[in-house]
Each structure stands twice: as C-alpha cells, then as structure tokens.
C-alpha cells in the first residue's frame, strides 16, 4: 500500500498470478477514484476508475474495490504478465472540484517470469 | 499528434537560470493540468487551465513559478531563479471539458535537473 517517504512500497508476484495493491486515502469526501500505471520513463496511464457510489468495478483483468468505511481501494490484476510491471498510482478527486486529483505516493509492481 | 506532447523532454540549467517547459494538449482538450513528481514520490498538482484561464494556480510552489496557456492550446510552464529543489520530472496532462478528470492523459514529461 502507500507509505510517506521516499521509498515505493514494492509488490514482487510471479508471472500468471493474481495481484492485489492498495492504497488508503485521506479525505472522506472524495467521491471518485482512479488507478493510473507508471512506466519507466513514461507518464501515467489511466487503468480505471470508480465512484463512490459502487464498492466494485471491473475492467480487462483489473478489477477495483473501494471500501468507503475504512477509506481503502485496491487494484486487483488477474493473471500477472511481465508488461504489467510498474509503478501504480490512486488519485482521489474530491467532491465538487471536478478537476483537481490527488495521488498517491505509488507502489512499485514487479513481475517476475 | 496523437498524444500530450511536451518539450525538452530533458533540460540541466544551472541555479539561479530561468527555464520554459511547453506542453502541445491533444487537440479538442480544454482542460490541460500541471504535475510535478520528485524522484519516488507521486505526483503533485501545480495549476489546471480551462480554456486559457487558470481557475486554479494554488499547487505552484512559490512565485518563480508561473504559467500560461495561448490559443486554448498550447501552455508553457516558466520557473524563474530556478533552484536544486526545482529538479524533478514536470508532467503535463489534458482532458475532455466536463468530464471527470480521471481520463487524464498525460505526456511523458520534462525532466528538470538543476545542478
């Protein structure tokens, strides 16, 4: 999950397993959340995302809890493969800024083969 | 392009230089945002432009930093004096007006070294 400081919480899974990382956020007003993937050198990329009206959402092998009473979501990917090694963000936007997200400090995601 | 595109994708300056970094939105974006991520760290928001106006500039760090937006386009970020602390990689995103932020997308960005 996310930690303060500058070191990535890290993630190491066997290719074809599944993967579970979370993250806990801070502001109990956001009302939607969003899971972004980092490649080296690249900049993040949207995976999925999920209001705060659902506790489930799922997409092609990824699928995203959110859990509103103890203010957690995690990313489920099924089927770990080598391209998805990366660092994985949340961001939160909260209620009525409609523009302005909040990341999280990331977890570093490695795939071994 | 397809894609954010922003320019130099690597800048060294030396402290106490001004630096622009620019930032070409995908085309039919309104919405263009400002990022800066330190080295293993998340992100952190800078400025948001809808249209060529900024509603929203409180994530620049001090008063060296400004930026601006022209023709509902392109957008260019300037650090005045800059300083070591300045030295991080700059993410520029854009998005579809009116729809949640979370379809972000963002360029590769500038990596900013200030020695």
């Known amino acids: 999950g996310e930690s303060v400081g500058l070191h990535l919480p890290t993630l190491s899974v066997q290719e074809g397993d599944n993967s579970i990382i979370n993250c806990a956020y801070s502001n109990s007003a956001s009302d939607y959340f969003i899971w972004y993937k980092q490649e080296s050198g690249k900049g993040p990329q949207f995976i999925i995302d999920?209001?705060?009206?659902?506790d489930k959402r799922q997409g092609q092998r990824v699928t995203v809890l959110l859990n509103k009473t103890v203010k957690h979501l995690s990313l489920q990917i099924a089927a770990t493969q080598p391209g998805d090694s990366a660092v994985y963000f949340c961001a939160e936007e909260s209620g009525g800024s409609n523009y302005k997200l909040t990341f999280g400090k990331g977890t570093l995601l490695t795939v071994n083969p | 392009g397809a894609g954010v595109s922003q320019s130099p994708s690597n800048k060294v300056t030396e402290k106490g230089k001004d630096v622009e970094l620019r930032c070409d939105p995908i085309?039919?974006?309104?919405?263009l945002y400002w990022y800066r991520q330190s080295l293993g760290q998340g992100l952190e928001f800078l400025i948001y432009f809808q249209g060529n106006s900024a509603p929203d500039k409180s994530g620049l760090p001090s008063d060296r930093f400004s930026a601006e937006r022209t023709g509902g386009s392109v957008s260019t970020l300037t650090i005045q004096r800059t300083q070591q602390e300045d030295s991080a990689v700059y993410l520029c995103?854009?998005?579809?007006?009116?729809?949640?932020?979370?379809?972000?997308?963002f360029g590769e960005g500038s990596r900013l070294t200030v020695l």
């Open positions: 085309s039919g974006h309104t919405a």
């Open positions: 995103a854009s998005s579809l007006v009116g729809q949640n932020t979370g379809e972000l997308f």
């Open positions: 999920i209001r705060s009206n659902m």
